[in-house]
C-alpha cells in the first residue's frame, strides 16, 4: 500500500521544510559537516531514504567513502573523524535521541568553546532540521530509487 504524497496533501507545510533545509545550507556550516549530521541522524532513525541521498551528497562533494563507512561506527573510528566531527556526530546522536537525556551540559559547553554560539545555533538547528526529515521519510515510507 502505498502512502500520501506529503508535497501533494501539505504543500505550505512541506515548502517550509525545504526552505528551512535551504536557510540551514546558506549558513557558515560546513557542507560536509551537515551531510555528517544528515547521514549521522538518518542512520539512528532508520530512513533509507535520507541515509542514500546523504551519502551521496557527501560523495559528490568529495568526501571520503571510506569515512562514509564508518559514520555508524564513528566512535570505533575516531583516528578518521576530526575533533569536530566528533563534537559534531556526539551531538547529533543526544539530540535524535532526545528522549534519553537531551544534548547534555558537557556537550553544549564543548559545543560553545569549540564553535561559539552562531555555530552552535546552526548545528542544533541543523540536526532538527534532519529529524524533522526523518520523520517525514519514515512514517510515509519512502525509500530510495535506484
Known sequence: MSRLKMSKVQPAAYAAMDALDK???????????????????????????????????????????????????????????????????????????????????????KSMALFGEEKTAQIIMAIITINAWNRIGVSLHMHPQF
Open 23 to 109: 536557510y540551514m545550507e546558506s549558513t557558515s556550516l560546513d557542507k560536509r559537516h551537515y551531510e555528517l549530521i544528515k547521514v549521522r541522524a538518518s542512520l539512528i532513525n532508520g530512513c533509507a531514504l535520507c541515509v542514500h541521498k546523504h551519502t551521496e551528497d557527501a560523495l559528490k562533494m568529495g568526501e571520503d567513502p571510506k569515512r562514509m563507512y564508518l559514520v555508524g561506527v564513528w566512535r570505533e573510528a575516531v583516528n578518521h573523524f576530526s575533533e569536530e566531527e566528533q563534537l559534531l556526530l556526539e551531538m547529533t546522536e543526544e539530540i535524535t535521541l532526545i528522549h534519553q537525556h537531551g544534548l547534555s551540559d558537557t556537550l553544549y559547553n
